[in-house]
T-cell receptor, first 114, second 117 residues
Framework: QQQVKQSPQSLIVQKGGISIINCAYE??????FPWYQQFPGKGPALLIA?????SEKKEGRFTISFNKSAKQFSLHIMDSQPGDSATYFC?????????????FGKGTLLTVNP | DTEVTQTPKHLVMGMTNKKSLKCEQH?????MYWYKQKAKKPPELMFV???????INESVPSRFSPECPNSSLLNLHLHALQPEDSALYLC????????????????FGAGTRLSVL
């Protein structure tokens, strides 16, 4: 069973600051690592995803950094805004035979103060 | 368009009721998923359909019965639920359940908030 360890559990950042969320995984047989953003009462929305052969991917203010040797990947939110306040989940897919699963980290509740 | 539509948005049911949750996507995705999410927890996988066939059942109680009538629709039939089944039920879809970045990315609906009294 794939394990994904996410930290911190909660994070408070001032507007304009940098938010950093970390995840660590165990298995190595994956083809991508997605991050999801979830607002209260809504479903998770794909934020950004990275392939394991890439060390960094940037989309606007959001950047994923990937460290394959350490089996870690992190989400950086630059110039954090109050509208970024949400729960963020990292995830790792794993495949067994013909089955396919996505294991989520426990989530990080981000609060950006104005 | 990466939209997955779930109905109803909210559902309140008694323990003896029978109800159904519906999920629809028109992205041509061939894998569809049901997840259960409790407050302040990550989504937990319940079922996976691959090419309209059930491929994963995560030991879900039989009071939850999934159905995939066609490649665009996914239902979850509910019967004799317990109060602890109250949760947000999420549907997701992906292009295919296979290797390859784009094919595996899952897109979620907004969910159905279920309350069992």
């Amino acid at each position: 069973q794939q394990q994904v360890k996410q930290s911190p559990q909660s994070l408070i950042v001032q507007k304009g600051g940098i938010s950093i969320i970390n995840c660590a995984y165990e298995n190595t047989a994956f083809d991508y690592f997605p991050w999801y953003q979830q607002f209260p009462g809504k479903g998770p929305a794909l934020l950004i995803a990275i392939r394991p052969d890439v060390s960094e991917k940037k989309e606007g203010r959001f950047t994923i950094s990937f460290n394959k040797s350490a089996k870690q990947f992190s989400l950086h939110i630059m110039d954090s805004q109050p509208g970024d306040s949400a729960t963020y989940f990292c995830a790792a897919p794993h495949q067994g035979g013909s089955n396919y699963k996505l294991t989520f980290g426990k989530g990080t509740l981000l609060t950006v103060n104005p | 368009d990466t939209e997955v539509t779930q109905t109803p948005k909210h559902l309140v049911m008694g323990m003896t009721n029978k109800k159904s949750l519906k999920c629809e996507q028109h992205m041509g995705h061939r894998a569809m998923y049901w997840y259960k999410q409790k407050a302040k927890k990550p989504p937990e996988l319940m079922f996976v359909y691959s090419y309209e066939k059930l491929s994963i059942n995560e030991s879900v109680p039989s009071r939850f019965s999934p159905e995939c009538p066609n490649s665009s629709l996914l239902n979850l039939h509910l019967h004799a639920l317990q109060p602890e089944d109250s949760a947000l039920y999420l549907c997701a879809s992906s292009q295919e359940p296979s290797t390859g970045v784009a094919k595996n990315i899952q897109y979620f609906g907004a969910g159905t908030r279920l309350s069992v009294l």
